[in-house]
């Protein structure tokens, strides 16, 4: 995980906790941090990492707090043993090979058939809420958000739980309109001709906040949204082509119901050389029909 994601983490971590999300959000993002960062003393000082994390030794609730300090002795004994590991090394030598995991992307990516990602596959523990029907919904999110993705199963869970969070609050509670919007979302992030929606919700660019009260308009994809838009505006084009300006005579009558209040048009519809054609419509009855002269 390089600093730019680490950055990004610490973030969404100081965001829930200013939201004052439930702890099992909070320890899931410790959890994360906690695996994957490889600290250095740069790294922790560039992302203020180690002042964030450590502030929560003090949080109300002990699994919390237990973790946070397990996390701060962690990144302390490595960059410690790290000093020591540069200043035993002869002048002159190539640093030591390390055998931690690097903080590649390798670290976080999903090996196996993306198309066919789901929790209980993947056995994600999906109780974050200790409410069955909203931990059903935080499980129907992670299957929307992982497929076709290769992130880790942790920051899949992450942000399923950030947007199922997200709706719970926005829709006030677990009630019909919630649940509608999630199995909604589901089915847009599961869409094949969408599959711009999910790395977007993944990344950040579309905040959770944002994504639960999106539209059925907004959710659809660029290219879906350029093809209406042409369609909408061949059908403008098609809907300002001039139609045959028509008159009302009283000197034409309606076979069917006998009124002279007739309206009428001409167009030419045979060779150039022969009378034109009259289409009459009753204003009455609206009965049609055409005069050849």
Same mark, same amino acid.
């Given at each position: 995980?390089?600093?730019?994601?680490?950055?990004?983490?610490?973030?969404?971590?100081?965001?829930?906790?200013?939201?004052? #999300?439930?702890?099992?959000?909070?320890?899931?993002?410790? +959890?994360?941090?906690?695996?994957?960062?490889?600290?250095?003393?740069?790294?922790?000082?560039?992302?203020?990492?180690?002042?964030?994390?450590?502030?929560?030794?003090?949080?109300?609730?002990?699994?919390?707090? *237990?973790? %946070?300090?397990?996390?701060?002795?962690?990144? /302390?004994?490595?960059?410690? &043993? &790290?000093?020591?590991?540069?200043?035993?090394?002869?002048?002159?030598?190539?640093?030591?090979?390390?055998?931690?995991?690097?903080?590649?992307?390798?670290?976080?990516?999903?090996? !196996?058939?993306?198309?066919?990602?789901?929790? +209980?596959? +993947?056995?994600?523990?999906?109780?974050?809420? &200790?409410?069955?029907?909203?931990?059903?919904?935080? !499980?129907?999110?992670?299957? !929307?958000? %992982?497929?076709?993705?290769?992130?880790?199963?942790?920051?899949?869970?992450?942000?399923?739980?950030?947007?199922?969070?997200? %709706?719970?609050?926005?829709?006030?509670?677990?009630?019909?309109?919630?649940?509608?919007?999630?199995?909604?979302?589901? #089915?847009?992030?599961?869409?094949?001709?969408?599959?711009?929606?999910?790395? /977007?919700?993944?990344?950040?660019?579309?905040?959770?906040?944002?994504?639960?009260?999106?539209?059925?308009?907004?959710?659809?994809?660029?290219?879906?949204?350029?093809?209406?838009? /042409?369609? #909408?505006?061949?059908?403008?084009?098609?809907?300002?082509?001039?139609?045959?300006?028509?008159?009302?005579?009283?000197?034409? *009558?309606? &076979?069917?119901?006998?009124?002279?209040?007739?309206?009428?048009? #001409?167009?030419?519809?045979?060779?150039?050389?022969?009378?034109?054609?009259?289409?009459?419509?009753?204003?009455?009855?609206?009965?049609?029909?055409?005069?050849?002269?």
């Amino acid at each position: 995980m390089d600093a730019k994601e680490v950055s990004t983490r610490i973030h969404s971590l100081q965001k829930a906790l200013a939201d004052k #999300q439930p702890a099992s959000v909070i320890i899931t993002m410790l +959890e994360t941090l906690k695996k994957d960062v490889v600290p250095t003393e740069e790294l922790l000082r560039t992302t203020k990492a180690g002042i964030v994390v450590s502030k929560q030794k003090a949080n109300p609730n002990k699994e919390v707090a *237990k973790l %946070a300090s397990e996390i701060v002795q962690k990144w /302390k004994q490595i960059v410690q &043993g &790290g000093h020591k590991k540069k200043l035993a090394a002869p002048a002159g030598s190539s640093p030591p090979k390390s055998n931690s995991p690097a903080p590649a992307n390798e670290a976080k990516s999903f090996k !196996g058939d993306v198309s066919k990602r789901r929790w +209980e596959s +993947e056995k994600v523990d999906t109780a974050r809420t &200790g409410t069955p029907s909203r931990d059903a919904c935080i !499980g129907l999110i992670y299957n !929307g958000l %992982a497929f076709m993705c290769d992130e880790s199963s942790t920051n899949v869970m992450i942000k399923a739980m950030e947007v199922e969070q997200a %709706a719970f609050d926005t829709y006030k509670g677990d009630n019909p309109e919630y649940r509608s919007k999630l199995r909604s979302l589901f #089915q847009n992030l599961k869409a094949k001709d969408n599959r711009e929606l999910g790395p /977007k919700v993944m990344s950040g660019e579309i905040p959770a906040s944002r994504f639960v009260v999106m539209s059925h308009e907004d959710l659809k994809s660029s290219s879906r949204k350029a093809e209406d838009a /042409k369609l #909408q505006k061949d059908n403008m084009k098609k809907a300002q082509v001039p139609m045959a300006e028509k008159s009302i005579s009283d000197a034409l *009558k309606c &076979g069917k119901c006998g009124q002279k209040k007739v309206s009428y048009s #001409q167009a030419q519809t045979r060779s150039a050389d022969e009378p034109m054609t009259t289409f009459c419509e009753c204003t009455v009855c609206g009965n049609r029909w055409k005069v050849f002269h």
